[in-house]
């Protein structure tokens, strides 16, 4: 699970930095006008929210920081993305997520393992969207994994023997 999760976020890396110039904080009709920013703000913010939370064994990302240099900040978004890749591999323990359904207070017993692997499905969901918008503004050479799941690059694998 850390190594996936390494390597995912190390491939969001260099994706980013092949980035041209001018798409990473422009709104993507792609995407409902959202942009490749916003998106990767909303990975590193999940993973820092699990980062962070860790020494407390309690974490909420509904309540997590919103910090906006991340999406417009491309340079920024990579020292995060370093940061969490530095601080992701801890020993697993009991968490407790907190979060809002139906305009209640809710709490759920996890781990931090289980927690980790979350965040490796959810950072590939939205490196899928990711690839969309960069397609939309550039011919960027982006690897055909990235967005893909580990589980589905291993099926196609067999597919193809």
């Not at 904080?25 to 590193?44: E, M, W």
């Not at 980062?51 to 999406?71: A, H, P, T």
Request: charged share 25%; net charge negative.
């Amino acid at each position: 699970m850390f190594k996936s999760s390494m390597e995912t976020l190390e491939q969001f890396k260099q994706v980013l930095l092949e980035l041209p110039a001018d798409c990473y904080s422009q709104p993507c009709k792609t995407l409902s006008d959202a942009s490749i920013g916003q998106h990767t703000r909303h990975i590193i913010e999940l993973y820092l929210c699990l980062v962070q939370g860790y020494d407390f064994s309690k974490i909420s990302y509904d309540r997590r920081e919103r910090n906006l240099q991340i999406e417009e900040d491309l340079s920024y978004a990579l020292e995060c993305i370093s940061y969490i890749q530095q601080h992701l591999e801890k020993p697993n323990k009991p968490i407790r997520i907190s979060y809002e359904l139906g305009g209640e207070e809710n709490d759920l017993d996890s781990n931090y393992f289980r927690e980790v692997t979350y965040n490796l499905e959810h950072t590939i969901h939205h490196q899928a969207l990711i690839k969309v918008g960069i397609q939309y503004f550039s011919n960027q050479n982006i690897p055909e994994s990235f967005g893909v799941a580990p589980s589905t690059i291993q099926y196609r694998k067999q597919c193809a023997q």
